[in-house]
């Protein structure tokens, strides 16, 4: 059974006018499904390797270098939150603050939460180190992040539809 | 010293800084249509390679030269990557570039792309950099409207598109064959050279990798010329024939424990000292400083405490040029991300989140690197939890010497980058790492349960 909508079809095939060669838009591909599905499940593989003209390996391949990418078992919850643990974080209590939310959140690393809003993840060095510890929302930085701000944070996030 | 006035975050805090608007309003595109009009590639080309203009992304290759080893008179195309994977650990002036200034940046492009004479720029994004990513795709949507890409740019005659490129989340995309891999859509493995990526690069064709910054310097050596460039910055040493010299402004950013973590833009060749007490604010909570990272994790450490020879100065007040940090055994500038680390701080705890980091960034292509980086974190893992042994530390420098392109058993450099912060902490530290182990001394920090490690 498909699971890439023709829109997301679509989208995909855009991306081909800006490169020489089709399998350049194997990451592209990637994040959209991703964006769209919350993981790229086994099938969205071989659907992505028939619109780029590739083997499902190759496509898989790559995928599998970026621990960015998860299978249909390690499915993102609605938002994904991640913990800068690289030095300039850790300094300033990055260690504190990723135990601080494995706690709140009852979720060990890598983990979602039961009400599927939250995969909570540590991220290296997220490139936010003038507002350490830092964490990112998606791919959005929240910057100086102390203990009550992480608690509103997630109250931000457990709200969002 | 006089105060310096900034040129490259001359924008910065203006309302609308990214707009295409306002910045042709700062002068913006100016040097570019003077380029295209007045200038042939060739002489673009010379401009950048006389200004000693050197790449801002660590390696500190001369970028004229770079651009000089393409091959002449090829068929095209040619490219360009902008490497904007900025992943080093401690640094994040490219991401204040393109969030708060994107046409400056955008501006480089277009003039690296005319001298190199490229009709396509692949501008190779780190995906964590969301906020850059959207401003830079509305800078650049901005430039098509206005008839600054695309075709015949200007009814000049000149094609150029610029495509942005989002990363997954891996540092070894930050080397430029790593990057050229990921962009053609394959697991990000450095490319063993030569052939260097000018000749054989994105899609086989002769390729040109530069940084953010440095394409943001090439705008204000276009803007400005080369007198005013190289009026900054410190000239070639004369007793190193080699030294091809620190010219231009450069963005330090400065973190860890000061009071001011920030990005500052500074002459080439501040001191140290003055980066972390003047611009950095100082160390926090009335603290001092014990160690400092000069510029990236894997620049390794300077201990601010040790004397320089034959001098009462110490290694706290060297330069931040090219050549500074080298001379306390740190592996170079590289980014130029300053790192504080107090003297309340555990230098094992430090090296155990460094090892940690390569180990996990490690793209496991070399055996010695992929092995070599997990052993010295397991090493250092031990150490912290108090089951340090005592031929750990000789393990570690001998682990660290044997990895990495210097000793040649690795493709890439990573591996240089993760041996020289072990070196260097332990040569510089030694008694503190010795102490540790022989009193059984245990991380206050708690290990958290990890899922899968990737």
């Known amino acids: 059974m498909a699971v890439l909508s023709d829109h997301l079809k679509d989208r995909i095939r855009a991306y081909l006018p800006r490169y020489p060669n089709k399998q350049a838009v194997t990451l592209p591909a990637l994040h959209l499904v991703q964006d769209e599905l919350r993981c790229v499940p086994s099938v969205a593989i071989r659907e992505i390797a028939e619109l780029l003209d590739l083997a499902p390996a190759e496509v898989h391949d790559a995928m599998s270098f970026y621990g960015f990418f998860r299978d249909e078992e390690h499915k993102l919850g609605q938002s994904r939150l991640w913990v800068c643990r690289s030095l300039a974080c850790m300094l300033r209590g990055a260690d504190e603050l990723l135990g601080h939310f494995c706690e709140r959140l009852q979720v060990p690393v890598g983990g979602t939460t039961t009400d599927g809003k939250i995969t909570l993840e540590f991220a290296e060095c997220i490139g936010a180190c003038d507002g350490a510890p830092a964490v990112l929302v998606n791919d959005e930085h929240e910057m100086d992040v102390t203990a009550e701000k992480a608690d509103r944070l997630i109250e931000e996030l457990r709200s969002g539809t | ?454």
Not at chain 2, 125 to 138: F, K, N
Not at chain 2, 186 to 196: D, M, N, Q, T
Not at chain 2, 250 to 272: D, Q, R, S
Not at chain 2, 339 to 364: R, Y
């Open chain 2, 1 to 454: 010293m006089s105060k310096y006035e900034p040129v490259l975050l001359a924008r910065v805090n203006k309302p609308d800084s990214h707009r295409l608007e306002g910045y042709r309003a700062d002068g913006g595109y100016a040097a570019f249509q003077r380029a295209l009009k007045e200038m042939k590639p060739e002489e673009v080309t010379a401009k950048v390679k006389d200004s000693g203009l050197r790449g801002r992304g660590g390696a500190g290759f001369p970028t004229g030269l770079k651009w000089a080893f393409l091959p002449k008179g090829h068929p095209a195309p040619v490219y360009l990557c902008v490497n904007a994977d900025e992943s080093e650990p401690c640094t994040f002036n490219n991401r204040i570039l393109m969030e708060k200034d994107p046409h400056q940046v955008l501006e480089g492009i277009l003039l690296s792309c005319y001298a190199i004479k490229s009709p396509t720029a692949y501008f190779y994004i780190r995906y964590e950099y969301g906020a850059a990513y959207r401003t830079l795709q509305s800078a650049i949507d901005e430039l098509y409207a206005a008839g600054f890409l695309g075709k015949n740019i200007l009814g000049n005659g000149f094609n150029c598109d610029v495509f942005l490129h989002r990363g997954a989340g891996a540092y070894i995309c930050g080397e430029e064959t790593g990057l050229i891999e990921s962009l053609e859509g394959k697991r990000a493995w450095p490319r063993i050279k030569p052939p260097f990526p000018a000749i054989e690069g994105a899609f086989r064709k002769p390729t040109i990798v530069n940084n953010v910054e440095t394409l943001a310097c090439v705008t204000h050596i276009l803007r400005r010329g080369i007198d005013w460039f190289k009026s900054i910055g410190v000239p070639p040493d004369p007793k190193n024939p080699r030294d091809a010299g620190s010219y231009g402004p450069k963005l330090y950013t400065i973190a860890g424990h000061v009071n001011e973590p920030k990005c500052v833009e500074l002459p080439l060749g501040v001191p140290l000292r003055e980066v972390v007490e003047q611009h950095g604010g100082g160390v926090w909570k009335g603290r001092k400083a014990k160690a400092i990272n000069p510029g990236g994790l894997s620049m390794g450490f300077v201990d601010v405490n040790a004397k320089l020879k034959n001098s009462d100065r110490t290694e706290y007040d060297i330069p931040l040029d090219f050549n500074g940090p080298g001379t306390v055994g740190c592996l170079g500038l590289g980014t130029a991300a300053v790192t504080v680390i107090d003297d309340q701080t555990s230098m094992v705890d430090v090296l155990h989140n460094t090892c940690q980091f390569f180990a996990h960034e490690s793209c496991g292509q070399c055996t010695p690197c992929r092995e070599g980086t997990a052993w010295m974190l397991k090493i250092t893992d031990r150490m912290r939890r108090g089951q340090g042994r005592r031929e750990d530390l000789d393990i570690l420098v001998e682990v660290a010497d044997r990895i990495g392109i210097m000793p040649g058993t690795t493709i890439c450099g990573l591996a240089d980058g993760a041996g020289w912060p072990v070196k260097t902490a332990i040569r510089k530290f030694r008694s503190e790492f010795e102490e540790a182990i022989k009193s059984g001394w245990r991380s206050v920090v708690k290990a958290l349960p990890m899922a899968a490690a990737h």
